[in-house]
C-alpha cells in the first residue's frame, strides 16, 4: 500500500457490472489503497452489497479512520441518490429498489453519498481530468454497458431524482436487438462492450474465418482490435460495425447538448484511436452542420474516474456543510 499524506480522505466505491473497484481518494483526486475485485453480478444483492463492504473495509488498513470523512458510492444504472437507493442495474442480477446507502452507513458508521457512475466519472474529468476549462461535455463510458454523465452551462446535469445522462438506453434501431434493460434497440445493445464481444462470437463461430478463427480461448473484445490491427478482414469489419455504432449515438449527443467535446471511458476507451475514423465518418454523414467538428478525446482518469468522482461528492458534501 502506498504512504498516505496527512489528509482527509474519502473511501470512493465503483460498482460495475463487470469489476467493482474500491479506493481512498483525497481531495486533490489522488487516489490510495486502490482494489479491484470482480463483481459477482449473478449472486445477488447481498452478496454484492458484502463485497462493497469488504472492499471500503479493505482500503481502510493502516489508516487513522479519523481521517476518513465519509463515503461516495459510483452506481450504474437508474437511482436515487437522494434516498440512497438503486433502481435498476440490469447488468447485476436482483438489483431492483435496493437500499444501498444504510447497510454501508451501517457497517462503517460514515455517511454515504450515492452517484450515478457515469455522471460521477463525468464530475472527475472535468474537475481532475479533460474537462478542466470545458463547460460543456459529454462523458460516455462504453463498457460492459454503456453510461453517460453530461456537464452543461457549466453544471453537472443530474436531472429528476438524478437520473439524468442514462444515454446507453437511447434508441437507435426500431424494434431491435433486446437490451439488457428489456427495451429493444437501445444503443447500449449495440455498442457497448459486450455487445461487441457477443457480435465476434457469432461471427466467428458462423464464419470460422480469419485470425480468430479456431482461438482455445472464448474471443473477447481486446482479441478483435489486436487481430484487426494486424489486418484481419474479419476483425476490421467488427470494428468498423462497432465503430458505426458508437458514431450514431455520438451524433445524437451532440445534436442533444451541444458539447465542446465528447470524453470515451470505460474498457473500450483504450481502442479510440483504431476506433475513431470510423466514428467520425459516421458522424459527419449523421450530424448537422456546426455538430461535425468536435473532438473526441480519452478519459485522463481511465479506470479511476468513477472513483475520483465518487470521492468528490464527499468532499462538495462536507464542503457545503461547513460553509
Not at 479519523?66 to 433502481?87: E, F, K, T, Y
Not at 448537422?288 to 475520483?308: D, H, Y
Request: with cysteine; glycine share 14%; hydrophobic share 45%.
Amino acid at each position: 500500500m502506498e504512504s498516505l499524506t496527512l489528509d482527509e480522505f474519502a473511501i470512493a466505491l465503483d460498482l460495475g457490472g463487470t469489476q467493482l473497484r474500491a479506493a481512498l481518494v483525497d481531495r486533490h483526486g489522488q487516489v490510495l489503497n486502490r482494489v479491484a475485485v470482480l463483481t459477482r453480478a449473478t449472486q445477488g444483492p447481498d452478496v454484492v452489497i458484502q463485497q462493497l463492504k469488504d472492499a471500503a473495509q479493505a482500503v481502510m488498513i493502516g489508516v487513522d479512520r479519523d481521517r476518513v470523512i465519509g463515503i461516495g458510492l459510483s452506481v450504474p444504472g437508474p437511482l436515487d441518490a437522494a434516498a440512497g437507493v438503486s433502481i435498476s442495474i440490469p447488468t447485476i442480477a436482483g438489483f431492483e429498489n435496493v437500499k444501498l446507502r444504510e447497510p454501508l452507513q451501517r457497517f462503517l458508521d460514515l455517511s454515504v453519498w450515492l452517484e450515478n457512475d457515469g455522471t460521477a466519472a463525468a464530475l472527475a474529468e472535468w474537475r481532475f481530468g479533460v474537462g478542466v476549462g470545458l463547460q460543456n461535455f459529454v462523458y460516455i463510458t462504453v463498457s460492459t454497458g454503456i453510461g453517460g454523465g453530461v456537464v452543461a452551462d457549466n453544471r453537472l446535469l443530474r436531472g429528476r431524482l438524478g437520473l439524468a445522462g442514462e444515454v446507453g438506453h437511447m434508441t437507435i434501431i426500431r424494434n431491435g436487438d433486446t437490451c439488457s434493460c428489456g427495451n429493444k434497440g437501445c444503443w447500449e445493445a449495440y455498442a457497448s462492450g459486450t455487445a461487441f464481444t457477443r457480435r465476434a462470437r457469432k461471427r466467428v463461430e458462423a464464419d470460422g474465418l480469419g485470425l480468430l478463427a479456431g482461438s482455445v480461448a472464448p474471443i473477447d473484445g481486446q482479441a478483435v482490435f489486436e487481430a484487426a490491427a494486424l489486418g484481419d478482414p474479419v476483425a476490421m469489419e467488427l470494428v468498423s460495425e462497432e465503430a458505426e455504432f458508437l458514431g450514431i449515438g455520438i451524433a445524437n449527443l451532440l445534436h442533444l447538448y451541444s458539447p465542446e467535446a465528447i470524453v470515451i471511458g470505460g474498457g473500450m476507451s483504450p481502442n479510440l484511436e483504431i476506433l475513431r475514423p470510423g466514428i467520425l465518418s459516421k458522424i459527419s454523414e449523421a450530424a448537422m452542420k456546426g455538430f461535425e467538428n468536435v473532438p473526441i478525446v480519452r478519459s485522463a482518469l481511465g479506470g479511476n474516474s468513477g472513483l475520483i468522482g465518487a470521492a468528490s461528492l464527499v468532499f462538495d458534501a462536507v464542503s457545503t456543510k461547513m460553509s
